[in-house]
């Protein structure tokens, strides 16, 4: 079991940056990915970026250059730094777990990003 809570959301002019948080606790060392998703109202949830047991990283198209995943693994926390912000990002943003030999999922609990024109 991973449990994971998400912080940093907030309202930003676009072209501004954010840095999201993600503090994971419960079996940790059974990670293996962790990774960051949104969802606007009305649309499908949808993958922004991930990293890898290994360190690796994979993001979307539509953020490539931007944004940025991390992690800090003596705070047990995940990080997405968000630069050059556009209202098209305005979203609710979760991080997700996925962990064990069964590659079971946790979800945090979202935090909102809006973006002003």
């Known amino acids: 079991q991973v449990q994971l809570v998400e912080s940093g959301g907030g309202l930003v002019q676009a072209g501004g940056s954010l840095r999201l948080s993600c503090a994971a606790s419960g079996s940790i060392a059974a990670v293996n990915t962790m990774a960051w998703y949104r969802q606007a109202p009305g649309k499908q949830r949808e993958l922004v970026a991930a990293?890898?047991?290994?360190?690796?990283?994979n993001y979307a198209d539509s953020v490539k250059g931007r944004f940025t995943i991390s992690k800090d693994s003596a705070k047990k926390t995940v990080y997405l730094q968000m630069n050059s912000l556009k209202p098209e990002d305005t979203a609710v943003y979760y991080c997700?777990?996925?962990?064990?030999?069964?590659?079971?999922?946790?979800w945090g609990q979202g935090t909102q990003v809006t973006v002003s024109s």
């Open positions: 997700n777990a996925n962990y064990g030999p069964n590659t079971d999922n946790s």
């Open positions: 990293i890898f047991r290994g360190g690796t990283t």
